[in-house]
C-alpha cells in the first residue's frame, strides 16, 4: 500500500460547493443535515452521490484551501496529512510544512491555518505527491504526530492521526527512522508513543 501513496497521481479535478456558488452557508448546512450534500473540509461540500471521503476529494480539498494561500514549496502534515491518507473525520485545522515564512491571512479562512517552516519539503523521500498534493509521507506524518505526545492540547487528536496511519508503514522502519532521528524535539515522548500503539 505505501509503493501506490509514492506513485505519483494526476492532480484531481473536484467541482466543490461552497457558500454563495450557488447556497448560501445555511443553505449548505441545512442540505447536510437533510442527507443532500456532505461537508468535505473547511467551506467546501460536494452532493451526497460524488463520494467525499475518496482520497482524490481529500487531496483536492486540501489542495484547494492551501493553494491560494500559500507560495514556495509546501505540504500538508500532521492531522491533515494524516487525513488526506486515511480519512476519518476532516480535521478543524490546515497544518502545512513551508520552506519560508508565510503571513497568516488577515482574512479568515474557513479553517485555522497552520504552518511549520521546515526542510522537509525540499526532501523528496519525506514528502509525495498524492492526487497533484504535495503531502508528507505516512512514516514522517507519524513521526510528526507522535512528537506532540506529550502535549495534553494536541496529544488526543495525534495519537488517533497515527493509529490510522500505522498499517502504511512498518514497524520496523519506524523504529530505525525514530532511532536515526532520537535527537529532533519531542522524540523521547514519539518513541515511547510509538511503542505504546505497536503494542495495542
Do not use: K
Amino acid at each position: 500500500m505505501t509503493a501506490a501513496l509514492n506513485s505519483p497521481l494526476p492532480e484531481a479535478a473536484v467541482d466543490f460547493l461552497v457558500p454563495g456558488l450557488p447556497y448560501s452557508g445555511p443553505e449548505l448546512r441545512g442540505m447536510e443535515m437533510s442527507g443532500l450534500v456532505e461537508h468535505v473540509m473547511g467551506d467546501l461540500y460536494l452532493p451526497a452521490d460524488h463520494g467525499s471521503g475518496a482520497a482524490r476529494v481529500r487531496a483536492a480539498a486540501a489542495r484547494r484551501l492551501t493553494a491560494p494561500v500559500l507560495t514556495g514549496r509546501w505540504a500538508v502534515m500532521g492531522v491533515t496529512a494524516a487525513w488526506v491518507l486515511t480519512g476519518g473525520p476532516a480535521p478543524e485545522v490546515l497544518e502545512a510544512a513551508v520552506d519560508r515564512y508565510h503571513r497568516i491571512p488577515l482574512q479568515p479562512l474557513s479553517v485555522r491555518l497552520s504552518l511549520e517552516q521546515t526542510h522537509v519539503v525540499g526532501q523528496s523521500a519525506e514528502v509525495i505527491d498524492h492526487w497533484g498534493l504535495p503531502c508528507t509521507s505516512a512514516a514522517r506524518t507519524v513521526e510528526d504526530l507522535l512528537r506532540r505526545a506529550e502535549d495534553p492540547a494536541r496529544a488526543a487528536a495525534a495519537l488517533t492521526a497515527a493509529t490510522r496511519l500505522l498499517p502504511l508503514t512498518s514497524a520496523t522502519q519506524l523504529r530505525d527512522r525514530f532511532e536515526r532521528h532520537r535527537r529532533r524535539p519531542g522524540m523521547a515522548g514519539a518513541r515511547r508513543a510509538l511503542e505504546t500503539l505497536l503494542a495495542a
